[in-house]
T-cell receptor, first 114, second 118 residues
Framework: SQTIHQWPATLVQPVGSPLSLECTVEGTSNPNLYWYRQAAGRGLQLLFYSVGIGQISSEVPQNLSASRPQDRQFILSSKKLLLSDSGFYLC?????????????FGSGTQLSVL | AQTVTQSQPEMSVQEAETVTLSCTYDTSESDYYLFWYKQPPSRQMILVIRQEAYKQQNATENRFSVNFQKAAKSFSLKISDSQLGDAAMYFCAYRSALNTGTASKLTFGTGTRLQVTL
């Protein structure tokens, strides 16, 4: 069966520090991968998605970037964090074969920028 | 652009009773998918139910069912025989059926927090 791992679960970082959140998917190949952010009391906002290695699409201009160095690895980064980057970050994937519209989520990372 | 609206920030239901969560959406497309996701206190998003717009029959998954009204652009979730474990945030989401072979970009509502009381 497929599983998605996301870490760390919680992160507290000072303003201006770098960021690296990692996500890996197991049990499937060539998934589509996504990064979502959930601000306090709000819905989910799509930040980035990737349909293949090295292919990144950005949905919202911001202080963050994403990379996909391997087929099942998706990384969210920032060179210098802002206070407004605080939030709950969720990695997700969709299959390539059946049920391609179903989005499966990781357990999330709570990022607090102080 | 598509929008999804959940007008009930909070709802409450007694255990074993039935509750309905509302969702409306705005789109000019004729083919799309609609979803309900549950986010329990663990904050992991769990897919509850999915509806394809071209299907007239309402989707059901055990105690969960939807009332899909395409003309009214309404997609409500009914939870029957509510259990304590149903307490969570519930998000309605929309996905265009165009380009289904590429990325599945979902648009989410702001959520409804459901409390289940004894």
């Amino acid at each position: 069966s497929q599983t998605i791992h996301q870490w760390p679960a919680t992160l507290v970082q000072p303003v201006g520090s770098p960021l690296s959140l990692e996500c890996t998917v197991e049990g499937t190949s060539n998934p589509n991968l996504y990064w979502y952010r959930q601000a306090a009391g709000r819905g989910l906002q799509l930040l980035f998605y990737s349909v293949g290695i090295g292919q990144i699409s950005s949905e919202v201009p911001q202080n963050l970037s994403a990379s996909r160095p391997q087929d099942r690895q998706f990384i969210l980064s920032s060179k210098k964090l802002l206070l407004s980057d605080s939030g709950f970050y969720l990695c997700a994937w969709t299959p390539r074969d059946r049920d391609r519209e179903k989005l499966f989520f990781g357990s999330g990372t709570q990022l607090s920028v102080l | 652009a598509q929008t999804v609206t959940q007008s009930q920030p909070e709802m409450s239901v007694q255990e074993a009773e039935t509750v309905t969560l509302s969702c409306t959406y705005d789109t000019s497309e004729s083919d799309y998918y609609l979803f309900w996701y549950k986010q329990p206190p663990s904050r992991q998003m769990i897919l509850v139910i999915r509806q394809e717009a071209y299907k007239q029959q309402n989707a059901t998954e055990n105690r969960f069912s939807v009332n899909f009204q395409k003309a009214a652009k309404s997609f409500s979730l009914k939870i029957s025989d509510s259990q304590l474990g149903d307490a969570a945030m519930y998000f309605c989401a929309y996905r265009s059926a165009l380009n289904t072979g590429t990325a599945s970009k979902l648009t989410f509502g702001t959520g409804t927090r459901l409390q289940v009381t004894l």
